[in-house]
């Protein structure tokens, strides 16, 4: 980030710091701009959301709070039509970033890869860490 910066004639210092005394630094608001790798077992809009812009979230890092947008966090997690839902977090998205409530400087992506003979093997549409089932996973030799 810091040569990013230096781009556009903003010069930086790099703190490194260790995770244990990353945490409270975060929370005392001890930083001027502070990466946080922030990462859930549930790739889904209702954990993020009201994690890290929810009012109060201790996770809320900026202390972002825009009750109104909070109601349609609340909306969006009763929608039961996926095109709906998926239009309503967009807007939600498009608002949180033009609030700069927490901005997003890079998503991580990850892919699953197995041998075509793995049979069985149901992976969960919304997240890379949990919901691997292995009492119905075969090998077909």
């Not at 009201?50 to 202390?63: A, I, L, M, P, V």
């Not at 700069?100 to 197995?114: E, F, K, L, N, Q």
Request: aromatic fraction near 10%; include cysteine; charge should be negative.
């Amino acid at each position: 980030m810091i040569d990013q910066l230096k781009d556009i004639w903003i010069d930086g210092e790099l703190d490194p710091i260790e995770t244990a005394n990353w945490f409270p630094k975060l929370a005392r608001k001890d930083y001027q701009i502070g990466l946080n790798n922030t990462s859930s077992g549930v790739d889904d809009p209702d954990q993020q959301f009201f994690e890290n812009y929810g009012c109060g979230s201790e996770r809320n890092y900026t202390d972002y709070c825009n009750p109104e947008l909070e109601k349609l966090f609340v909306e969006q997690s009763m929608l039961a039509d996926r095109e709906k839902r998926r239009r309503l977090v967009w807007e939600i998205d498009k608002k949180l970033q033009e609030d700069g409530a927490r901005p997003i400087v890079y998503h991580t992506r990850s892919a699953t890869c197995m041998q075509a003979q793995v049979k069985g093997l149901t992976i969960m549409v919304n997240s890379q860490y949990n919901g691997w089932r292995m009492e119905d996973v075969w090998l077909e030799r």
